[in-house]
């Protein structure tokens, strides 16, 4: 039998110093029931820290039994032995729950889940991977095995949560839409959201402000380059001698964003051709760097051209631009971040955004009008700088109680 003892000490000691003061709300929606569980995800939202503290607070008596194991792929346990000889030893000393961290780390990993599933059905298989991550693989087709789930950044509403002590709870978009006043005045009778809404903005997004913010924005640098230079060439098979130009391209990207995309322009100051340049703006997409939004989403196709670019979050904003960041343009980030999460979002051809192809969203500042959309139905205002609203003109803010 394998000896993976110093996986299970190793497994205990991570479970055992996680923190459970503050849990993403994501964890209440997964179904931690089902037999393959995958959770997606951008490097530094936080999947690692929600596996460890589920099995801490649900599941503690099992790890110390060693009946269930949090193990990381990257593991240097795992150049001797393979997943599958750490799937049958642990269920031979009778397991039951198997946490897999950073799959996408280890090669053909989808053969090995779907073996796993297929071969010990006794076994629950919890996995976490990079959002670059492709469920659908031409060798192992686990599209119809695992229950994925996709966990994003930090909304407005955890981090006030977080900040704050309270327990606010998300609002489905028609709520926001139909009943803002009197959730903006509940919320505000607790707390004063523009006492935390800029903190937010800049360093609120990524869970690892909590561990200093004096290295926050080098720990976001470190992230970025290990999606790019790392987790690109991994997932994506794409040459190591390429990044760097696709750094270039982020680089560009970033100085305005957001920026409506001219693809000519473009592929002239990057010296690429149109296929390659909309390749690197697809990968940039899936890696959670920067939201590509169309015109009309219906029948888009992999490689179509994006009307118009954002950087992924506001806080890649205060990055790469710092106080020189563009007012106007972090609101309409922030509302398109949000939005994103379980809402399908377009370019409006009348105003900013189309929702859910049914509500149009104009976004600005607090003494934004309606004359741009006072012709349309379902229309409303995403105006910053308030803290309550009436009729359509709606808080920005509160677009961070979404998820």
Request: hydrophobic fraction near 40%; glycine fraction near 6%; include cysteine.
């Amino acid at each position: 039998m394998t000896d993976y003892t110093k996986l299970i000490e190793i497994s205990e000691k991570r479970v055992r110093n996680t923190k459970e003061t503050f849990v993403r709300s994501i964890d209440k929606k997964i179904n931690w029931n089902s037999r393959l569980i995958g959770i997606k995800g951008a490097r530094g939202c936080g999947k690692t820290t929600l596996l460890l503290q589920h099995l801490r607070n649900n599941q503690m008596d099992l790890v110390v039994s060693g009946k269930a194991l949090f193990v990381s792929l990257d593991n240097i346990w795992f150049t001797k032995n393979s997943l599958l000889d750490l799937a049958e030893s642990f269920s031979k000393s009778g397991g039951k729950l198997l946490y897999l961290d950073e799959v996408h780390r280890y090669g053909d990993w989808p053969i090995y889940i779907k073996n796993i599933y297929d071969d010990y059905p006794e076994l629950q298989v919890v996995f976490t991977g990079s959002s670059l991550l492709q469920i659908l693989d031409a060798r192992a087709d686990l599209s119809r095995r695992p229950v994925m789930y996709n966990m994003q950044g930090l909304s407005f509403r955890e981090f006030l949560n977080l900040k704050t002590g309270n327990d606010f709870q998300e609002l489905p978009l028609e709520e926001i839409l139909q009943n803002h006043p009197k959730h903006a005045f509940d919320i505000c009778s607790k707390v004063k959201p523009f006492e935390f809404f800029d903190e937010y903005l800049k360093i609120g997004y990524y869970p690892f402000f909590l561990e200093g913010l004096d290295t926050y924005y080098m720990k976001l640098e470190e992230t970025i380059n290990m999606i790019l230079d790392v987790e690109l060439p991994l997932l994506r098979k794409i040459d190591i001698s390429y990044v760097p130009k696709i750094k270039k391209l982020l680089a560009i990207i970033a100085e305005s964003s957001p920026v409506m995309l001219n693809t000519s322009k473009m592929s002239g100051a990057m010296e690429l051709n149109r296929t390659t340049l909309l390749s690197y703006l697809k990968n940039l997409t899936d890696a959670k760097l920067i939201d590509s939004l169309f015109k009309d989403l219906k029948g888009v196709s992999s490689l179509q051209k994006p009307d118009k670019i954002f950087l992924e979050n506001t806080n890649l904003m205060y990055l790469f631009q710092g106080e020189k960041a563009n007012e106007g343009n972090v609101r309409e980030t922030f509302l398109v971040n949000q939005l994103s999460y379980n809402q399908t979002v377009e370019l409006s051809e009348v105003s900013d955004f189309l929702v859910n192809d049914k509500y149009t969203i104009e976004c600005g500042g607090k003494n934004k009008t309606g004359e741009q959309i006072k012709t349309l139905k379902n229309a409303f205002i995403a105006a910053d700088g308030i803290e309550t609203g009436n009729g359509s003109k709606i808080p920005l803010w509160l677009f961070g109680f979404l998820y």
